[in-house]
Nanobody
């Protein structure tokens, strides 16, 4: 059974940084690098939005305009870990952050409906 477990959320002041981690396990295919992993977020009363996604086999990444230059997604395929480094955080970044996985990497990978597996989410709160 595929499991994704996020960690690293918390409360931070505006301008601060957090690093989210996503631990993956139970994948059917031996090669974790065949998957695409996405980070999504959902704030109260808002739709879930794609923040960043990465195709693990070639490292190509997408970032939403709202986080470009501030967030960086990376992976350690050997450890089946994916990370989201978030710098220069703003109050509008406050949301529950989810990691998600899909095989094979789809087109328009920033769309949440493309993903099959989801973690439980981790809360990020940025105070002004």
């Amino acid at each position: 059974e595929v499991q994704l477990v996020e960690s690293g959320g918390g409360l931070v002041q505006a301008g601060g940084s957090l690093r989210l981690s996503c631990a993956a396990s139970g994948f059917t295919f031996d090669d974790f690098a065949d998957y695409a992993i996405g980070w999504f977020r959902q704030a109260p009363g808002k739709e879930r939005e794609g923040v960043s996604c990465i195709s693990l086999n070639d490292g190509s990444a997408y970032y939403a305009d709202s986080v470009k230059g501030r967030f960086t997604m990376s992976s350690d395929n050997g450890k089946k870990m994916v990370y989201l480094q978030m710098n220069s955080l703003k109050p509008e970044d406050t949301a529950v952050y989810y990691c998600a996985a899909v095989w094979p990497p789809p087109n328009e990978a920033w769309r949440s409906y493309k993903y099959d597996y989801w973690g439980q989410g981790t809360q990020v709160t940025v105070s002004s």
